[in-house]
């Protein structure tokens, strides 16, 4: 079945770091690859996503690309800021025509504060 | 456009006790599903309604959750009886159609069974 594995927080970074969060995934076929990002008491919102393989998905200075040969979608942020202190998740859904309808599968998630 | 709308935000109850959630989807979104988010870990798929049938349930207990999704809109989640692991926050989320990548979720109930 579907799995995501994402690295170990949490993560603690000082404002204007840059920000990795690995994350690798185990899918039949080829599924599309989510970042969602959770506040301090507010439900899941979507970050960013790519559909397909080489895709890059972008939102407010985050960045992962998906990389089917390494089965990969590293989010990256080249100067963090306070305000992005949140867990961070990784997920993927099976591509249209699956049987899924849609289901996400998530990643354990990983912790991340920024200080001033 | 008006988002997920989930209530209670909070519910603490004991366990054995009876507890319901309440969710209303983005209007005309086709698709509607309750996840568990155990703390520390990643959302987990209960149960998954295209309109008011249910396509998947694999992995919801079925001896104590129960769901409906009456005329296709609201969706109501049980638990009865309530279990110390079913502390958790529940998510709802809503899609328009069968299949759309990356859909919006409700900010949950946060559930306490003790």
């Known amino acids: 079945g579907n799995s995501v594995t994402q690295m170990e927080g949490p993560v603690t970074l000082s404002e204007e770091a840059f920000l990795t969060i690995n994350c690798t995934y185990t899918a039949t076929g080829y599924p599309s690859l989510f970042w969602y990002v959770q506040y301090p008491g507010e439900g899941l919102q979507l970050l960013l996503k790519?559909?397909?393989?080489?895709d890059k998905g972008s939102n407010k200075g985050f960045e992962a690309t998906y990389r089917k040969e390494t089965t990969s979608f590293h989010l990256e942020k080249g100067s963090v800021q306070v305000s992005d202190s949140a867990v961070y998740f990784c997920a993927l859904s099976d591509q249209a025509g699956g049987t899924s309808y849609g289901k996400l599968t998530f990643g354990q998630g990983t912790i991340l504060t920024v200080h001033p | 456009e008006a988002g997920v709308a989930q209530s209670p935000r909070y519910k603490i109850i004991e366990k054995r006790q009876s507890v319901a959630f309440w969710c209303n989807p983005i209007?005309?979104?086709?698709?509607l599903y309750w996840y568990q988010q155990i703390l520390g870990q990643g959302p987990k798929l209960l149960i998954q309604?295209?309109?008011?049938?249910?396509?998947?349930d694999s992995q919801l207990p079925k001896d104590r959750f129960s769901a409906e999704r009456l005329k296709g809109v609201d969706s109501t989640l049980k638990i009865q009886p309530a279990k110390l692991e079913d502390s958790a926050v529940y998510l709802c989320?809503?899609?328009?159609?069968?299949?759309?990548?990356?859909?919006?979720f409700g900010s949950g109930t946060r559930l306490t069974v003790v």
């Open positions: 989320a809503s899609s328009p159609g069968r299949w759309n990548p990356g859909y919006t």
């Open positions: 309604f295209q309109n008011n049938g249910v396509v998947d």
């Open positions: 790519a559909t397909k393989a080489d």
């Open positions: 209007s005309g979104h086709a698709t």
